[in-house]
């Protein structure tokens, strides 16, 4: 990068030089020193972003208790890197790990949209059928955004797109037990065990 910038600049400068050049040689120049300078910035900006998600990211995963304030930090800090470098191999993974805290502090909307995001912006994305896989369980629980025909529209495709994978299995069996109440359940359990 550095070497970019000096052979622009040492470009601007030969060019500066030459009293011949014309006046849209002069503007051209300077788009290219403005677009060099823009995405030094850029690059500077996604560091300090990757750095403070990082951070968030270490503060929660060494946390012995569960501190809600961090988590809303660290949220924070996912969903900034993730829209501002989303050009960043790393923007799905904090996608994806802002949904799952999104959803640890009943931030249900919220995940939905990360996972949403993970899954459309990023389709080779090595952890797309875990994004998959949690956005089908936000629809899929009563508790959470409790919509049964999502949820099964996304266990369908998690199945057809990675359908070997465990979280196809997975959401073969979430698919078999989904509309069912925990009573059902249990007691389907306990026909199966006896």
């Known amino acids: 990068m550095i070497r970019i910038g000096c052979i622009v600049l040492t470009s601007v400068f030969a060019f500066s030089c030459n009293n011949n050049q014309s006046e849209q040689t002069d503007h051209s120049v300077k788009n290219v020193v403005d677009s060099v300078k823009q995405e030094v910035v850029i690059k500077d ?16 995963l060494t946390a012995t208790t569960f501190n809600k304030v961090d988590a809303e930090n660290a949220l924070v800090a996912f969903d900034t890197y993730a829209n501002f470098c989303f050009k960043d191999s790393l923007a799905p993974v904090y996608l994806l790990k802002g949904g ?42 009563a508790t959470m955004l409790n919509d049964e025909t999502k949820a099964r529209v996304i266990y369908q495709q998690l199945m057809a ?13 979430c698919l078999k037990n989904l509309g069912k109440t925990d009573e059902q359940l249990i007691e389907e359990f306990l026909k199966k065990n006896k």
């Open 45 to 60: 900006s996604c560091a300090m972003y990757l750095q403070k998600a990082q951070a968030a990211d270490k503060k929660l």
């Open 161 to 173: 797109e990675y359908p070997k994978t465990t979280f196809a299995e997975d959401a073969k069996t």
């Open 100 to 141: 799952q805290v999104a959803q640890s502090i009943a931030r249900y909307s919220t995940a939905q949209d990360l996972f949403r995001r993970c899954i459309a912006n990023y389709p080779k994305f090595e952890s797309r059928a875990a994004a998959l896989f949690l956005l089908a369980q936000l629809y899929d629980n």
